[in-house]
């Protein structure tokens, strides 16, 4: 297995970058979007939905605005690595709640696995999402 060389400066500011984008949803402000999105960026949701660059992104943001609420998405912590191609890779432990506007709630885990390109911005995001709920049928067998 490679072993991987941080930066320690790069890394956190990899990883502010990440948290301000979680940030952005919970403050509904995504003015500084196209300081931490490459523009030929790739984003994959846990729902299956693949948006190709960052005008998509954009597109996508506002029609979220419209129909949810995001109340609170909360790291929990960062892994790093190096992506396929070598560069930094980021894989994010995270919780999100929201609310949609029909008033429906929800709220679960996900990890993301989150590249960047040379130039520090994210390049790719791959969503995985599970469910709050937690329990063990086997338990005590």
């Known amino acids: 297995m490679a072993t991987v060389t941080l930066s320690i400066p790069r890394a956190h500011?990899?990883?502010?970058?990440?948290?301000?984008?979680?940030?952005?949803?919970?403050?509904?402000d995504f003015d500084k979007l196209?300081?931490?999105?490459?523009?030929?960026?790739?984003?994959?949701?846990?729902?299956g939905h693949i948006y190709e660059n960052r005008n998509q992104i954009h597109?996508?943001?506002?029609d979220a605005m419209e129909r949810q609420t995001i109340l609170t998405?909360?790291?929990?912590?960062?892994?790093?690595?190096?992506?396929?191609?070598?560069?930094?890779s980021i894989t994010v432990f995270w919780t999100l709640a929201?609310?949609?506007?029909?008033?429906?709630s929800y709220d679960y885990?996900?990890?993301?696995?989150?590249?960047?390109?040379?130039?520090?911005?994210?390049?790719?995001?791959?969503?995985f999402?599970?469910?709050r709920r937690r329990d063990y049928p086997y338990k005590g067998e």
């Open 73 to 88: 998405w909360k790291v929990s912590y960062f892994t790093h690595a190096r992506g396929r191609e070598g560069q930094p």
């Open 98 to 104: 929201g609310q949609e506007r029909e008033g429906e």
């Open 109 to 127: 885990d996900g990890v993301s696995v989150i590249e960047f390109n040379r130039q520090n911005k994210i390049k790719r995001v791959r969503e």
């Open 13 to 28: 500011k990899r990883e502010r970058a990440i948290s301000d984008y979680f940030n952005m949803w919970v403050t509904r």
């Open 34 to 47: 196209d300081a931490i999105f490459a523009p030929d960026c790739v984003y994959e949701e846990s729902n």
């Open 59 to 62: 597109h996508w943001i506002e």
């Open 129 to 131: 999402t599970a469910t």
